[in-house]
């Protein structure tokens, strides 16, 4: 066990990432892991599916590596060589494991269906590999020691990949490698300014010498990324922590996480806090502010449900807006309150959230792609506001869906 | 001047691609065009800002590649070490170029700002290259030969490195090597089948010495990639075009799309061209699938609306569910035929869908999570699926949204 910095690499296998089919995400996933742990990843090589290829790479980063990671190649099909390649780059035969024949064959009973005689290919092994079982599919990964060098071989999975790279990967890592300095990152989430108004508004703070600061935009959220670097973790997460109050304070309610949190996510925790239900009828949206609120795992207990009226009918139909309105223009505020109100009435819930707009490419009625309106019933009053967001047809969709978000957390906290 | 496929590489260069906080998406761009050229990439490396790293990667990589193309570590800073790892690694100190920096000094006068010092450091290339000029930005590129090997270094930004790669490294990759043969992939998107079982269904046609098989699992989607390669891109696509005839009619209906295009796209065109409307009841997707179908431009003359019916409660009093029915259990094909028949007759449409399950981590009424059931109700005939997919919740639901519109794909093509 050494207390020096280990190299750690990353060989990414597969014919569909240099022929530019599919760009790799797993190298970010793996990057910002390891680096939570202390440690960063010095170098990353790319390689296609062919057995020469892959096997070279590995012999050649396993001998300026402490630690390699592999992803990709453990699939059944015939394109499949990670296990082969580790099998000749280190002379060490492939071994068939009943155990793991046993957990794929169980795997497709679970799902009512026959294994095929190929997957049985995804039971072998090289010799004297420790064996990671399959994480959600049907890949078994494993690590290996060979001269003093760990190799683990993950599947290219992105969420089969993450689940063996966190329980299995990096604790085998940390009993290896001991860390003396670090550095930790963290995002503080913010809606409804353009980065540049935000870092203006962080322009004092950021002059701090113990903190750096770093700003991303990413589909109307505006993320900063402030890091220290310390002796220990819980050092940096100190100063952190002072930076962060410092930042809420500066930027008041524009604020709305940190951290991998998202907007559903963070309205899930106040409609619970509050004790409040809701009830979503949606028309350029169509269904994807509803959908959000339900990624959030226990969404039932304050979700009742909603309505897409996507037609000028159904929002007669089904929500009862009179014709009166609806002739003065579909998307207006006016409509989206009025579709706030009578979904809340519908549903019977505490909160009722109406958003109608042009998602694009075309106009309608004179309003331009990218207009928005949101309306908001709770208990006590209803709300509107129109904005109008730049960016082709589905991009609008995800901002407008975020700003509806907003809006109710913005009505909880107020 | 030689005819045999050349050993093209790429080396990625900045330590915010091995710290996970940027994703490169030059990898993919390069790889593109160099495809339509009719060569391939055959290896990647990413290596971070450091001068030693760098010069060892362009050294190791030059020796066994013909052509190299550097990206990033082109800037002013101080951690842009490029052009410093070019000079050390094949010995060639840097020149200062006078033209360059007239180039950079104009570029900061055109925008009425002042160049700082440090932006000097970019008109410094090393001995005897080839200058690209900048191209929309201040940094220049280069072109530099070495014991055969043609090293192309250009900027990191992407815009910037496409248009020097475009416009003059692809040309002068082209000047030194013929391209005899071209190839050409094709994806073809199946859903409804496992890796292996697709695999299985085309094992004879995954024979054929002049086209070679890949698969590619997404999410539920099975991509079958075959590739060709002939003297010329028509006969490599007429090869490919035979080839997909086979591929269809050994999967039949398994098959729904080919390269780029979406199971909602794919419904869309059919749901058009048969002249049918549609409305959606969810419960477990909660709008996902209605979210989808209005992901393509132009829905509005066949996507009517839908409903979100999350709760118990609301399956009944919006869609006039039996509380019989639901009390037998509300994830059941019976109640997702009920969802679409109600949902239909509410919007007046032609098709309805109804969807409803355990997307988990719990499982409800003894049906386990990633359980699945779809109802369609058409002008003739109510249908019913019971499906159940493993993997996370929010896997589960965008999986079980696919299958939903899967479902509608196969009611329109019978």
């Known amino acids: 066990m050494g207390n020096v910095q280990p190299f750690i690499s990353v060989l990414t296998i597969g014919d569909e990432l240099l022929s530019g089919d599919v760009t790799d995400l797993n190298l970010s996933t793996i990057a910002k892991a390891i680096g939570e742990t202390g440690f960063d990843i010095k170098k990353q090589v790319t390689i296609g599916d062919n057995l020469a290829g892959i096997a070279n790479s590995i012999t050649n980063l396993c001998g300026e590596s402490d630690v390699l990671i592999t992803t990709g190649g453990l699939g059944p099909t015939s394109d499949d060589l990670t296990r082969e390649a580790v099998s000749f780059a280190f002379g060490r035969p492939l071994v068939f494991r009943e155990e793991l024949a046993k957990l794929i064959e169980d795997f497709f009973g679970s799902l009512g269906r026959n294994m095929s ?33 760990m190799i683990a071989c993950l599947p290219g999975v992105p969420r089969e990949m993450k689940s063996m790279l966190i329980n299995n990967v990096i604790p085998e890592i940390k009993k290896r490698h001991v860390c003396s300095s670090f550095k930790i990152t963290r995002e503080i989430l913010t809606f409804g300014a353009g980065e540049s108004d935000i870092a203006n508004m962080l322009k004092t703070l950021a002059c701090n010498q113990e903190v750096s600061y770093g700003f991303l935009a990413w589909e109307g959220i505006i993320k900063v990324k402030i890091s220290a670097e310390a002796r220990s973790k819980e050092e940096a997460q100190r100063i952190l922590d002072l930076e962060e109050m410092k930042v809420r304070e500066a930027l008041g309610p524009l604020v709305f996480g940190v951290d991998g949190e998202s907007m559903e996510e963070v309205v899930s925790k106040l409609l619970l806090k509050r004790d409040k239900t809701i009830s979503v009828a949606e028309s350029c949206t169509a269904g994807m502010v509803s959908s959000r609120i339900a990624n959030v795992s226990g969404s039932s207990s304050y979700f009742k449900g909603g309505v897409v009226t996507y037609s000028i009918d159904s929002k007669r139909s089904i929500l009862g807006i009179s014709r009166e309105i609806l002739s003065r223009g579909v998307v207006s505020k006016e409509v989206a309150e009025a579709m706030a109100t009578s979904v809340k009435k519908i549903f019977d819930s505490d909160i009722g959230l109406g958003i109608t707009g042009v998602a694009g490419p075309k106009s309608i009625e004179n309003k331009a792609p990218g207009t928005i309106c949101i309306g908001l019933a709770t208990p006590e009053e209803v709300f509107s506001w129109e904005i109008r967001f730049p960016g082709d047809r589905n991009f609008v969709r995800r901002i407008a869906s975020t700003a509806a978000l907003n809006a109710i957390r913005l009505s909880l906290i107020s």
């Not at 005689?117 to 010799?127: D, G, M, S, T, V």
């Not at 064996?131 to 001269?147: N, Q």
């Open 117 to 149: 005689p190929e997957n049985l290919k995804q039971a072998y092994i090289p010799e004297e590999a420790k064996v990671i079982p399959p994480a959600g599919g049907t890949a078994p990964g494993f690590i290996i020691e060979h001269e003093g060098t």
